[in-house]
């Protein structure tokens, strides 16, 4: 990491937003990201005003309750240079919805916050490289490592080579899947209202996996990993899933995501 | 045509066990959307066009009154007519009403999704006018009875063995034993019968890709000649188009036909590109003896000063649904009416209400692939936003839905409450889960459960680690460097 060259500055201040998909189901790729922002030589603070981007009622067509949400970590990122969010979709809904979502705020201020917090919103590769200029992480990694793009990473957040050159200088040998801009099915409440077709969607990703024998599957978005890991699972697949902050920051501790595990025979004998 | 949105989930339901639907569905990645990349690639200033082509549209749409009555002025100039229908009853009438004063016992039909909105088939046949369907994939689901599952190839849902089956059924003169196994031996099966029933037509009617203001022009494009049979080889044509084809100029209609080719079959393009200028001129070789143009609204003068005015843009070239995740999964039939695939969902909410359309909006991951691919760049997710938000400010959303996304957003508009709550639900799963790690069945959560494993939580949450490695004792900050 090139901090000795940053060192003579002031380091930039970001404000982590964990997601609340990572706060409670995978809090190891949280602690991964914050070691990431760290090592890249960034001071981070971690508002405790947050919960959710607000993001699930907003696609629902209910601002009202969208702007419940988002309102108490409105201020939060003020005197931030940067947020930085270990999701692309999580992003896109600060970059380019919260925008939208305030246009007609009946509070000046709440539409203010909402400018100032999309203009310096990231996902989280793509603020490494993007902005900070990373070429090398702590993180190491041998096989075949499999990137899953989220749409809203792709599309929302052009996010695409990123995290592919992080991986690879962490020394993955990165592998693209057939159908790379796909999408999974996940879909936020989609995936629970239309169990049928997100099953459909998912299968064709999982298969879509399985044909390049990954050693393991890594994406930047909590949903897509719980949808891809669980129709793994299901699947009786071996590919190990994680996101691929714990990758970047080699923090490998915690057993991959669902029962996909290659960390012990133990556990993998678990799987039906 | 009757709108069976209603029994979306019913249908797909269906649709997603259908092998032979799932089979039929791997053209779209199999041909479609490669061949859109390779044609889109081959042109290297394609979104220049892109955004000529959305200000054409955009201006056009402004001061569309202004060039409909231009297109008026010049199809009569020409020698034609053109008909105003504001709905679809007046607009069978008018069509039925041309049948009878030139006594039209049948009509050969080029391909036109319009038309299906009116119905127009069960509509003739029910007053004594045999309508023939001409393009292939419309023939074949005429043949079956069905409707189209696509709106530029209709019997996208078929593969080819089924194909064959609905020819040997309806053929029954032909010998039993043909060979029927390629493309080419069916597509001139088709091309055999249908030829002899062009000249024996009364009336062609066809759709319109556009109508050029300028010169009163209609223009069709396919790949099969048959639109240029069904409109020259009868005594009458009639024309039949929704209000939004109309362009100002034929250097307008030169852009679009360079985007819609591309973005539908990946084809520089269409094989047939044909123009209809009025009825036949003394000295012309071919043409009808009477031209009729058929402008309908049913539904886009709301459009126009509604909320779902971008739509208005759209080209049908079916981009959206060769690239949807969401219409590779569960086929065209399964929207319940004309229009399927993501345009499907915004444009029959917007032409025949919120109500029977609930679930058309909502079943749509966002992905963006359809805004992505759409040569008009229409938002299609940003619509499909406006309209559930429409659902919920009309309660059209389902009660559950409401009552659970407004305890929800109670819960995380209070960010510590919420960690307590998520932390000990989250807690309690680690722990009911063990070592597997995963959940094969949850309440509340049947419908992911029924296709995939549920990821237990790790454990603990994101903010109690955090809070324990930023405590004094753990010295945050340059330790972590």
């Known amino acids: 990491m090139s901090s000795s060259a940053r060192s003579s500055r002031k380091k930039p201040k970001v404000g982590l937003f964990v997601t609340c998909l990572i706060d409670a189901m995978r809090p190891s790729a949280g602690m991964a990201a914050l070691r990431l922002l760290e090592a890249a030589g960034c001071e981070v603070i971690v508002p405790e005003s947050q919960s959710c981007c607000g993001q699930p009622a907003w696609n629902s067509g209910d601002k009202a309750a969208a702007r419940a949400v988002a309102i108490p970590y409105l201020d939060s990122f003020d005197d931030c240079d940067y947020v930085v969010v270990p999701s692309g979709s999580c992003a896109g809904m600060l970059a380019h919805h ?27 590769t793509s603020f490494l490289v993007d902005v900070l200029g990373v070429t090398s992480v702590p993180g190491q990694i041998k096989g075949r490592v499999a990137y899953h793009d989220s749409c809203s990473s792709l599309r929302e957040m052009k996010v695409k080579d ?12 990165v592998v693209d899947l057939d159908q790379a801009d796909t999408c999974c099915g996940f879909g936020g409440t989609f995936s629970v209202k239309y169990g049928d077709i997100s099953g459909a969607m998912v299968d064709s990703k999982a298969q879509d996996v399985e044909a390049q024998h990954p050693d393991l599957l890594v994406a930047g978005d909590m949903g897509c990993l719980m949808n891809i890991a669980g129709r793994l699972s299901r699947r ?12 970047l920051a080699g923090e ?21 | 045509m009757e709108v069976s949105s209603q029994k979306f989930n019913d249908h797909v339901h269906q649709a997603v066990d259908d092998a032979n639907l799932k089979g039929a569905m791997g053209k779209l990645t199999g041909a479609l959307r490669p061949n859109r990349a390779r044609a889109v690639a081959g042109l290297p200033e394609f979104d220049d066009y892109r955004d000529h082509g959305i200000a054409i549209k955009m201006h056009t749409l402004d001061h569309i009154d202004r060039y409909l009555e231009e297109f008026e002025t010049n199809v009569v100039a020409n020698g034609g007519h053109v008909h105003w229908c504001a709905d679809e009853d007046s607009a069978r009438e008018t069509i039925l009403g041309l049948c009878r004063q030139y006594d039209v016992k049948t009509v050969t039909k ?39 599952s696509h709106i530029i190839a209709p019997a996208t849902h078929l593969q080819r063995h089924d194909i064959a089956q609905t020819f040997r059924d309806a053929h029954d003169h032909l010998d039993p034993n043909r060979p029927m196994d390629t493309a080419e031996s069916l597509t001139e099966e088709a091309r055999q019968e249908l030829r002899e029933k062009y000249g024996a037509a009364d009336a062609g009617i066809t759709g319109a890709n556009f109508m050029i203001a300028e010169t009163g022009s209609t223009i069709i494009v396919t790949n099969e000649g048959n639109g240029d049979l069904t409109q020259t080889l009868a005594k009458t044509h009639i024309v039949v188009a929704s209000m939004e084809k109309i362009l100002p100029t ?43 143009v058929v402008i309908v609204d049913n539904g886009r003068s709301t459009m126009l000063a509604g909320s779902e005015r971008e739509m208005l843009r759209c080209l049908r070239c079916s981009a959206c649904l060769n690239h949807c995740p969401v219409y590779a999964s569960i086929g065209g039939h399964a929207y319940g009416w004309v ?16 109500e029977q359309t609930k679930d058309l909006p909502n079943a749509s991951t966002f992905c963006g692939k359809c805004q992505e691919v759409c040569p008009m760049r229409i938002p299609l997710p940003k619509l499909m936003r406006n309209l559930r938000a429409k659902q919920t400010e009309q309660k059209i959303t389902p009660l559950k839905q409401r009552v659970l996304l407004a305890l929800w957003s109670s819960l995380a508009s209070r960010p510590r409450f919420y960690r307590f709550v998520t932390g000990m639900m989250t807690g309690a799963l680690a722990r009911m889960a063990g070592p ?22 790790e454990g603990g949450s994101f903010f109690d680690r955090y809070r324990a490695s930023s405590s004094p004792s753990s010295s945050k900050g340059e330790a972590h460097d």
Request: aromatic content about 6%; overall charge negative; proline content about 7%.
């Open chain 2, 436 to 457: 597997k790690r995963v959940f094969t069945w949850l309440p509340f959560l049947g419908d992911w459960v029924q296709s995939r494993d549920f990821v237990a939580p």
């Open chain 2, 339 to 354: 229009y399927s695939g993501p345009m499907g969902k915004v444009l029959t909410p917007s032409l025949v209400g919120l």
């Open chain 1, 236 to 247: 009786g697949s071996l590919i190990a899933v994680r996101h691929v902050a714990e990758v």
């Open chain 1, 162 to 173: 990123q995290p592919r050159q992080l991986l690879k200088s962490a020394g993955a040998q």
């Open chain 2, 110 to 148: 080029g391909k036109s999704m319009v038309t299906e909105e009116l119905g127009l088939n069960a509509f003739l046949d029910q007053h004594g006018i045999l309508p023939l369907e001409t393009d292939l994939g419309e023939y074949i689901i005429q043949l079956r009875g069905e409707s189209p």
């Open chain 2, 250 to 292: 034929m250097d307008d209609a030169g852009v679009m036909l360079r985007l819609l080719a591309r973005s539908a079959t990946g084809q520089d393009m269409s094989v047939y590109t044909t123009l209809s200028s009025g009825p036949r001129r003394p000295g012309d070789l071919d043409g009808p003896d009477s031209f009729h």
């Open chain 1, 252 to 272: 490998m501790t915690a057993p991959p995501i669902g029962a996909g595990s290659t960390d012990s025979d133990t556990n993998g004998s678990d799987k039906k």
């Open chain 1, 98 to 124: 919260l925008v939208e979502l305030f246009e007609d705020a009946p509070d000046l201020r709440h539409r203010q916050q909402a400018l100032a917090i999309a203009a310096k919103s990231h996902e989280l």
